[in-house]
């Protein structure tokens, strides 16, 4: 019986290894050359602070996020890391107004439960949106990816 577990422990502990190892494997390492990418978003003319930025490649292979801080500027972050990889892109960019905190629950009320907030106003127009329909583009070279954008309604 103990020859038993000792073989079943062996096998145990060579399948965590080797699940492990594949794991281990599969991290950024094998993703794509990824290229910095960042800039600045306005609107009118005024840094747009708290703007999502969204990088979508226009071959579907790629995409990247990030948001704007008190400045405008943006970094792009993809699945893989900091970064895009070379590649054309369509460009999306959209900020809603703060709806404020959520207020705290109070006892169950059934009747509010079912009234359904207003969605949230955006606060730049509804075109930036879309970033197939946008009109923003961006093409990631493997040097320099700096790319500003004034919104305009």
């Given at each position: 019986?103990?020859?038993?577990?000792?073989?079943?422990?062996?096998?145990?502990?060579?399948?965590?290894?080797?699940?492990?190892?594949?794991?281990?494997?599969?991290?950024?390492?094998?993703?794509?050359?990824?290229?910095?990418?960042?800039?600045?978003?306005?609107?009118?003319?005024?840094?747009?602070?708290?703007?999502?930025?969204?990088?979508?490649?226009?071959?579907?292979?790629?995409?990247?996020?990030?948001?704007?801080?008190?400045?405008?500027?943006?970094?792009?972050?993809?699945?893989?890391?900091?970064?895009l990889p070379v590649g054309e892109y369509f460009v999306a960019?959209t900020k809603f107004e703060d709806t404020g905190p959520i207020?705290?629950?109070g006892p169950y009320n059934p009747e509010a439960a079912n009234?359904?907030?207003?969605?949230?106003?955006?606060?730049?127009?509804?075109?930036?949106?879309?970033?197939?329909?946008?009109?923003?583009?961006?093409?990631?070279?493997?040097?320099?990816?700096?790319?500003?954008?004034?919104?305009?309604?």
């Open positions: 019986m103990s020859r038993f577990i000792s073989a079943l422990r062996s096998i145990t502990v060579t399948g965590f290894l080797v699940v492990s190892i594949v794991l281990l494997g599969c991290g950024k390492k094998g993703g794509p050359k990824l290229y910095p990418v960042e800039g600045k978003i306005t609107y009118k003319g005024n840094p747009l602070a708290g703007a999502n930025v969204l990088f979508v490649a226009t071959d579907g292979k790629a995409s990247g996020a990030g948001r704007t801080d008190a400045t405008g500027s943006y970094r792009i972050q993809s699945q893989w890391g900091a970064g960019v207020e705290e629950e009234v359904e907030a207003p969605p949230p106003k955006p606060l730049v127009p509804k075109k930036y949106a879309v970033p197939e329909k946008s009109g923003l583009k961006a093409s990631v070279r493997p040097d320099t990816n700096r790319f500003d954008f004034d919104l305009t309604d």
